[in-house]
């Protein structure tokens, strides 16, 4: 079942793109106001970061196995990951987003300068940058595999970004732990 009109993929995956780093973008520069989000204790706004640290290794997991799956051959199960693996993004997304807005900004680093400056903002901005990557050929991926149907999929550029995206997406989630670590745990 088709789900998008095969001519519509790279429209349709534009707009998600630029629609979700926009919502991103928004909340991470202050322009969202709280208002627009239910009010929340502050306990589930703390616990908020550990939950997204298991949802961030659950994901990691996911990706893996899918893409173990689809080397062996298993397309449903290759298919149930990946879309796990999504979802598991989204909830992690919602959830960071609501956070961000709800607290007005991102955690400042509360560790020594010299962590800041030469451990904490590089693997940040790898990870933020990998992560604005990963949007649109997660979202490419995802699209291709609503658009055609499964025996057709071999001849379209799904598995191509499909790899770049599983492999980005592994990085910056794998990334993301370590700046929970450093916020988190380490300091």
Partial sequence: ???????????????????????????????????????????????????????????????????????RGNVDRHRILMVTSFLLFAAFLVLYLFRLISTGGPDPFPGPDAVYRFVYLPVLAIHIFLAVVCVPLVYYALVLAMAYPIEELPRTNHARFGRYAASLWLISFSLGIVVYVLLHVGY
Avoid: C, K, Y
């Avoid at 998600?16 to 204790?41: E, K, R, Y």
């Avoid at 939950?51 to 196995?65: D, E, P, Q």
């Fill in 1 to 71: 079942m088709q789900v998008v009109p095969r001519e519509r993929v790279r429209p349709v995956t534009a707009i998600l793109s630029v629609v979700s780093l926009a919502i991103v973008f928004a909340a991470a520069g202050g322009q969202i106001p709280p208002s627009l989000v239910p009010d929340a204790p502050g306990w589930l706004l703390d616990a908020i970061p550990h939950v997204n640290v298991v949802i961030s290794a659950a994901a990691i997991v996911t990706i893996a196995l899918g893409w173990r799956a689809i080397r």
